[in-house]
């Protein structure tokens, strides 16, 4: 049997409207070619929560798994901790208005 390794990723969940789906912010530093100066790449994914115990603030790890839905393409795993969200939704409703 071959030893493979799934994606692991680490965020703060920043939504938790739906039923059984939260959106996971993802924070991750990465090296400009050119410049080599570190910049700061953010992404939200739609992770599958099937007894949403998750809330928002909630630090936790995602794991890739087969495709939920459409979106749903990763599993949360397990509360790492939490975390003040509040500064981000504030600058998102800002953005949007």
Known sequence: MENTKKQSLT???VS????KT???LVTRYEQHPKYKKYIKIQKRYKAHDATN???VGDKV???AVAPV???KKFAIV???GSQDV??????RAQVRK
């Open 16 to 19: 938790d409207k739906m039923d």
């Open 78 to 80: 397990e509360k790492l």
């Open 61 to 63: 790890r995602l794991d």
């Open 11 to 13: 965020g703060v969940v």
């Open 22 to 24: 939260r959106v996971v």
């Open 86 to 91: 509040e500064q981000y939704l504030k600058v």
């Open 69 to 71: 839905s459409r979106h």
């Open 53 to 55: 115990a998750y809330k």
